[in-house]
């Protein structure tokens, strides 16, 4: 029998699964589309038997002529059966299969009697196969033994809505529709009049052409889209009843609806890409179906504004989003984390304006948002206005590389593409170039006519300052668009960093040298406000994330807004941005939106909308097509390619599920990664995007993955699931407080009655949702800091110090050091600036003469080193301590410890199931069995009343 198994497990390998059929019956007819709903499956339309030329067939799908059946095809290599018309129908029928848009076969016109005609399609390249019946009316055609064949790898075919049936639907649910009206995704930018006015902002309200709408507006919340005011957009229609809302905010956090955490999965009926189906009743969503918000608000325009264009851009929102002004419909747009730009010239009137806005809370775009935090909505970051001239810099791109390859220290090429919008004849743009971060006169200059509205300037610069996580150096850029006549039209600024980001030889280079992104994982969330954050809170985790020695953070699971990269490229952050790309919860089922072909667009908008928005930020190092999508795909090849034509200057993370130019992957035991390290064969470098999940009192074995990751060239960092726990604060009744207590609680999933829901998985941070730090931080700290320090000859005092730094010197920091014995300091002292370059060693040597090792036997003795700041900057005063190291003195022979050796005098003796120890005036007795102290006796009196037994037991984590 044995050799039987070895045969079938042979053959079972050399053919997996040959030939695996799935016939079309078999599948959810439920989702196809047909003339008059006239489907039938194993029967004919009449409920008898299927007989086609005289012959019975017990398989079948039966569909009147008009009939049009989708299925995705998934893994299936080829579509195989014979097509006939029923017996009892009259007239004849024509049948076709599409593979997408294109004609497979058609089986020509087959009358009633005809002997079946068979077909053998090859499905290669194909995403759905429809099967299409066309004929007299009430002919009945059969598809007979239709089926895929596979060979059982991969998602199996499933049916599918006919994408001809969403242009009925409104745009929510049409996944083919996701943006109507709104403008292409650009560069984030602010106009201001004069070069000197755009050198001196500092921020994008600081222009004369920026009106901020964000304040209390006029508010109605309903459960159900057929309940929203459908009149409420309309100038005549009165508001004056409604509440007031904060914008930006979410609006289950202002009283409206129900917060709901969800980890992996939908919390509404799963049934792509409608939303509207009725869920189990438990579900929050059997009652607030579809949340829909609708804000009102008035503004007047500045009279200067008067000749120039004006656009209404919305920083977030979530899901989807009608807009109106004055009555009239300007556009919609799902995306919110992308957000969405509207040119609301042709809508203004002088005066008082009215701007409406309704925000659904689901639409077919949340089948792409199902990432793991709170589900929420509203508008919920900026609303501004914004003015700028009809001939405008519509968009811009602005790269930097060193002309010599390899020769970071010489000079480099600042490349500015531009687009101009409604060009004159004999325009111009000018760049000018001034440092930002420090101070210095203009270090370039360069004017370029425009060419078809189109601008290219390439300007060499002399060994820049270059812009690091470690430096953060910037520069600001004006570009200025003039009109023939030298007049200024506009001035645009933008910070840029000189910086090169390349892969070389399995390792990702900054500025040519292979950097370990030491990172964490940030969600936008605010324990108040939720996806509000408002800009000192952001400042708040940059700084916070930088004492913590943390350098690279990764957006999870979206784009962030826009002003968390202005930080990043100011407080020195490595940034890996993170396209609103999540479809985990339809993880192996091939209607996942980055399977079928009608979100296809809507996905690959969400790709290069987050590329077009966020490109000139330097610090965004890696591009992410998405979180844990799960699924094998084209569309990632697509999306790859796609955004490698656009941005080729940046490396992209994918997981899995395509090309990709960094291996990426979660979780990855520590021995994995000890094995990708030594694996030789590897051709990307590995960084974790997730490890080391922080939830509860511990970040795992952090030690244990950076030995490892310091130990390999191709390993080069991993970011910490995250940064700070999603709780949310809300108040403790007040029949439960107790004195001097808070009197709040964090709230996680489930507390706010919302369902489905997974629980307190949402506060899994380094930090608590205040941002208040917890004890595994000194881990995260001491692993990713920048200096270390280790014994070489302690009796004589000497150390090396150890340079982990990529481009920072020693000397920017003072080394101070201290010698303790059991707390208490014996000796203390400064070696002032070392002058360590970075990726560098070097041995120091301290005075011994006041250790009192031989005179005092203490507990604990060894040295302590602290590197702290030289001067002030961004994110921590002059002091600061950046790293620090402890020395321990050996006290102890560790031969002696190891052996075990008794007092003198005393004895051990194994009497069956005990161990007896005497010595002195004692004896004890030690159970073998259970570890219990069962006896113990001091001068002949018995000490204990019962068996001492061992109780071993830690404090509880939660992961």
């Given at each position: 029998?044995?050799?039987?198994?070895?045969?079938?497990?042979?053959?079972?390998?050399?053919?997996?699964?040959?030939?695996?059929?799935?016939?079309?019956?078999?599948?959810?007819?439920?989702?196809?589309?047909?003339?008059?709903?006239?489907?039938?499956?194993?029967?004919?339309?009449?409920?008898?038997?299927?007989?086609?030329?005289?012959?019975?067939?017990?398989?079948?799908?039966?569909?009147?002529?008009?009939?049009?059946?989708?299925?995705?095809?998934?893994?299936?290599?080829?579509?195989?059966?014979?097509?006939?018309?029923?017996?009892?129908?009259?007239?004849?029928?024509?049948?076709?299969?599409?593979?997408?848009?294109?004609?497979?076969?058609?089986?020509?016109?087959?009358?009633?009697?005809?002997?079946?005609?068979?077909?053998?399609?090859?499905?290669s390249g194909v995403a759905m196969v429809r099967l299409v019946v066309e004929g007299d009316p009430d002919t009945a055609g059969c598809w007979l033994k239709t089926a895929f064949v596979s060979h059982g790898n991969g998602i199996k075919p499933q049916a599918v809505y006919n994408p001809a049936t969403y242009e009925s639907l409104p745009e929510w649910e049409n996944p083919r529709v996701f943006r109507v009206g709104a403008e292409p995704s650009t560069a984030t930018m602010m106009v201001y009049d004069s070069p000197k006015q755009?050198?001196?902002?500092?921020?994008?309200?600081?222009?004369?052409?920026?009106?901020?709408?964000?304040?209390?507006?006029?508010?109605d919340w309903v459960e159900h889209p057929d309940k929203r005011k459908r009149d409420f957009c309309q100038n005549w229609y009165s508001a004056e009843r409604w509440d007031e809302i904060n914008v930006p905010?979410?609006?289950?956090?202002?009283?409206?609806?129900?917060?709901?955490?969800?980890?992996?999965?939908?919390?509404?009926?799963?049934?792509?890409?409608?939303?509207?189906?009725?869920?189990?009743?438990?579900?929050?969503?059997?009652?607030?179906?579809?949340?829909?918000?609708?804000?009102?608000?008035?503004?007047?325009?500045?009279?200067?504004?008067?000749?120039?264009?004006?656009?209404?851009?919305?920083?977030?929102?979530?899901?989807?989003?009608?807009?109106?002004?004055?009555?009239?419909?300007?556009?919609?747009?799902?995306?919110?984390?992308?957000?969405?730009?509207?040119?609301?010239?042709?809508?203004?009137?002088?005066?008082?304006?009215?701007?409406?806005?309704?925000?659904?809370?689901?639409?077919?775009?949340?089948?792409m948002e199902d990432q793991d935090f709170w589900r929420l909505s509203g508008l919920y970051r900026p609303v501004y206005l914004w003015a700028v001239p009809q001939s405008h810099i519509k968009d811009y791109f602005v790269r930097t590389l060193p002309v010599a390859t390899g020769d970071y220290a010489g000079r480099w090429n600042l490349k500015v593409t531009a687009e101009i919008q409604d060009a004159v004849d004999e325009m111009s743009v000018e760049a000018e170039l001034y440092p930002h971060s420090f101070k210095g006169r203009r270090v370039a200059r360069d004017t370029a006519a425009l060419v078809n509205g189109r601008v290219e300037l390439n300007i060499g610069v002399d060994t820049p300052q270059l812009w690091s996580a470690e430096g953060p150096n910037l520069y600001t850029l004006i570009l200025t668009l003039k009109d023939k006549k030298g007049r200024v039209v506009e001035s645009i600024p933008q910070k840029v960093g000189f910086r090169a980001v390349e892969l070389v030889n399995t390792q990702i280079l900054v500025n040519g040298q292979a950097v370990l992104f030491k990172g964490v994982n940030r969600h936008e969330m605010d324990p108040d406000h939720g996806y509000t954050v408002s800009y000192a809170s952001?400042?708040?985790?940059?700084?916070?994330?930088?004492?913590?020695?943390?350098?690279?953070?990764?957006?999870?699971?979206?784009?962030?807004d826009p002003r968390w990269y202005d930080l990043c490229d100011e407080y020195g952050l490595y940034v890996i941005d993170e396209a609103n790309l999540e479809t985990h919860g339809l993880a192996g089922d091939v209607r996942n939106p980055v399977i079928d072909p009608a979100f296809r667009a809507a996905a690959l908008d969400r790709e290069l909308g987050m590329v077009e928005r966020d490109k000139n930020h330097p610090s965004i190092v890696m591009w992410s097509l998405g979180n844990e999508?799960?699924?094998?795909?084209?569309?990632?090849?697509?999306?790859?390619?796609?955004?490698?034509?656009?941005?080729?200057?940046?490396?992209?993370?994918?997981?899995?599920?395509?090309?990709?130019?960094?291996?990426?992957?979660?979780?990855?035991?520590?021995?994995?990664?000890?094995?990708?390290?030594?694996?030789?064969?590897?051709?990307?470098?590995?960084?974790?995007?997730?490890?080391?999940?922080?939830?509860?009192?511990?970040?795992?074995?952090?030690?244990?993955?950076?030995?490892?990751?310091?130990?390999?060239?191709?390993?080069?960092?991993?970011?910490?699931?995250?940064?700070?726990?999603?709780?949310?604060?809300?108040?403790?009744?007040?029949?439960?407080?107790?004195?001097g207590e808070p009197d709040y609680f964090w709230a996680y999933g489930g507390d706010f009655g919302d369902y489905p829901n997974d629980s307190n998985f949402c506060c899994n941070g380094l930090v608590q949702p205040d941002r208040r730090i917890t004890p595994q931080v000194a881990e995260v700290r001491y692993c990713y800091q920048g200096a270390f320090v280790e014994p070489v000859d302690l009796r004589k005092g000497r150390f090396l110090v150890q340079n982990a730094f990529f481009f920072t010197n020693l000397k920017e920091f003072e080394c101070l050091w201290r010698y303790e014995e059991d707390g208490e300091v014996i000796s203390r002292g400064s070696l002032g600036e070392l002058d360590l370059p970075p990726r560098c060693q070097m041995e120091i040597t301290l005075p011994v003469d006041l250790i009192r090792l031989e005179v005092v036997q203490p507990k604990v003795a060894g040295w302590n080193f602290e590197f702290v700041l030289r001067r002030a900057c961004a994110w921590a005063p002059k002091g600061f301590s950046v790293s620090s190291d402890q020395v321990l003195?050996?006290?102890?022979?560790?031969?002696?410890?190891?052996?075990?050796?008794?007092?003198?005098?005393?004895?051990?003796?194994?009497?069956?199931?005990?161990?007896?120890?005497?010595?002195?005036?004692?004896?004890?007795?030690?159970?073998?069995?259970?570890?219990?102290?069962?006896?113990?006796?001091?001068?002949?009196?018995?000490?204990?009343?019962?068996?001492?037994?061992?109780?071993?037991?830690?404090?509880?984590?939660?992961?």
């Open positions: 029998m044995k050799y039987f198994w070895l045969v079938f497990t042979f053959f079972s390998l050399l053919f997996p699964l040959m030939g695996e059929e799935i016939l079309i019956s078999q599948l959810d007819t439920l989702r196809m589309a047909s003339a008059g709903d006239s489907i039938a499956v194993g029967r004919t339309l009449a409920g008898a038997e299927i007989k086609v030329a005289g012959r019975v067939y017990p398989e079948g799908v039966a569909a009147l002529a008009g009939s049009d059946l989708c299925f995705l095809r998934g893994a299936a290599a080829r579509l195989q059966g014979a097509v006939g018309v029923i017996d009892t129908s009259p007239g004849g029928a024509m049948f076709k299969i599409y593979g997408d848009a294109n004609v497979l076969w058609t089986s020509g016109g087959v009358a009633m009697g005809a002997t079946p005609r068979s077909f053998d399609l090859d499905l755009a050198r001196k902002a500092t921020s994008r309200a600081s222009s004369p052409w920026f009106m901020s709408l964000d304040g209390g507006w006029k508010f905010g979410c609006v289950e956090l202002q009283g409206y609806g129900t917060a709901l955490y969800k980890n992996i999965g939908y919390y509404f009926k799963v049934d792509p890409p409608y939303v509207m189906g009725e869920p189990d009743e438990k579900y929050t969503t059997f009652k607030e179906r579809n949340a829909v918000s609708s804000y009102r608000r008035s503004f007047v325009l500045p009279k200067a504004w008067a000749g120039r264009r004006i656009y209404l851009r919305f920083d977030g929102f979530a899901s989807a989003m009608y807009v109106w002004v004055n009555g009239q419909r300007v556009g919609y747009a799902e995306d919110g984390r992308q957000g969405a730009t509207f040119d609301i010239t042709p809508c203004l009137i002088q005066g008082q304006n009215l701007l409406a806005v309704a925000v659904y809370r689901l639409c077919d775009g949340s089948y952001m400042v708040e985790d940059a700084r916070l994330m930088k004492q913590l020695n943390i350098n690279a953070v990764r957006c999870s699971h979206y784009p962030n999508n799960n699924v094998d795909s084209d569309f990632f090849e697509q999306a790859y390619n796609l955004v490698r034509a656009r941005d080729p200057g940046r490396p992209i993370l994918n997981q899995g599920n395509g090309p990709a130019d960094i291996g990426d992957q979660m979780y990855m035991p520590v021995a994995a990664l000890e094995a990708y390290g030594q694996d030789i064969s590897k051709t990307v470098p590995a960084i974790l995007c997730e490890y080391s999940h922080a939830m509860g009192n511990s970040s795992g074995n952090l030690s244990d993955y950076w030995a490892v990751i310091n130990r390999h060239a191709n390993l080069q960092g991993a970011f910490i699931w995250a940064f700070a726990d999603q709780g949310l604060r809300q108040p403790i009744p007040p029949v439960n407080l107790r004195h003195f050996p006290l102890e022979d560790p031969a002696t410890v190891r052996t075990g050796a008794l007092v003198p005098g005393a004895t051990l003796e194994e009497r069956g199931d005990t161990i007896v120890a005497t010595g002195g005036n004692y004896t004890a007795v030690v159970s073998k069995v259970n570890g219990a102290l069962i006896a113990w006796q001091v001068d002949g009196v018995e000490q204990l009343m019962t068996p001492l037994e061992p109780e071993f037991w830690r404090a509880p984590t939660d992961k």
